[in-house]
């Protein structure tokens, strides 16, 4: 099977980059940017004749849909760009696997909740009540793929961190070292997701497809959560980030999300359920602790 990832220099394209050495596939990774020393082609997804071509002169019969427009705050300002990443590509990647028959693995996120309050962890079947443009265009996207028609799996996860890029978990081991103090909002709870995980999951994925091999229909197209286990705070995110990387001399204090202004309400709860995915794929989660250690490690910031 031919996988092409799209967005494969971003902090889940590149832990795909290292699922995909144990595995037989021929992997295609895509970006908009080649950096130099990154095997990487160039390919703008929201060029619909271009994503066409690289399919049918590859014989591509899987897209991992990695790319998206992500920062929250800036999307309200810049509505027409996140739209067309967001939504418009999504369609473009689906009616491209529709015209082969082949799979859209696509990747959205909890942004899609928090509208209305609620307690307890979010079904794939729950309303969707995004508070910001952000959440309201991959919703968006999720349902112009479910009207291509096509074979997909959208897995929506959340709090994504590794070893790439930027991301909360860097960002705090650079405060939490050099900060003799430091607040951080408590009243958004959440789950960790450690990117290499959900790679190991959308591996998972791709086995069970290829082992399926649909002549019609992939049985297990749908929507699935995929998160860490638990549940905690950006505060308690942060305590033990610097726990872990033995940054002590740091104050750090809870504080509620009014005190940093933004152009957008985010999620106060988004925990989600796995349940349907655990289930479907017999995968088994890693608690959000456990992972970060491992990420942590790998970046060298544990302190032995």
Not at 121 to 143: N, S
Not at 174 to 191: C, E, I, M, R
Not at 195 to 217: C, Q, R
Request: proline residues 4%; charged residues 25%; glycine residues 8%.
């Amino acid at each position: 099977m031919k996988i092409l990832v799209t967005g494969a220099n971003g902090q889940l394209g590149n832990e795909m980059r290292i699922i995909s050495k144990d595995t037989d596939y021929k992997y295609i990774f895509t970006d908009v940017v080649a950096p130099e020393g990154v095997e990487t082609t160039i390919l703008d997804i929201t060029d619909a004749e271009a994503v066409r071509r690289i399919v049918k002169d590859n014989g591509v019969g899987c897209i991992v849909n990695c790319a998206a427009y992500t920062n929250v705050d800036k999307a309200e300002s810049d509505e027409a760009l996140c739209r067309k990443l967001n939504a418009d590509a999504p369609k473009i990647l689906a009616e491209a696997m529709k015209e082969v028959g082949g799979l859209l693995i696509q990747i959205s996120t909890d942004y899609v909740f928090g509208g209305d309050p609620y307690n307890t962890p979010c079904r794939e079947d729950q309303k969707g009540t995004p508070t910001g443009v952000y959440g309201a265009t991959k919703l968006e996207g999720e349902k112009n793929i479910m009207g291509v028609g096509c074979d997909y799996v959208i897995i929506r996860t959340a709090w994504l961190y590794s070893e790439f890029g930027k991301n909360f978990v860097k960002t705090m081991l650079s405060l939490t070292a050099t900060k003799p103090q430091l607040n951080v909002v408590f009243d958004q709870a959440g789950t960790p997701t450690y990117a290499y995980d959900l790679a190991e999951a959308i591996k998972t994925v791709l086995n069970d497809y290829a082992a399926e091999a649909p002549a019609s229909g992939y049985s297990k197209t749908g929507i699935y959560h995929f998160s860490n286990e638990g549940v905690c705070s950006w505060y308690d995110f942060t305590k033990k980030i610097a726990e872990l990387a033995g940054n002590t001399s740091c104050d750090i204090q809870p504080c509620h999300s009014n005190e940093f202004p933004s152009p957008v309400t985010r999620p106060a709860y988004s925990v989600l359920d796995k349940t349907k995915i655990k289930q479907t794929f017999g995968i088994t989660i890693p608690y959000w602790i456990d992972s970060l250690k491992v990420c942590m490690k790998n970046m060298d910031a544990v302190k032995h």
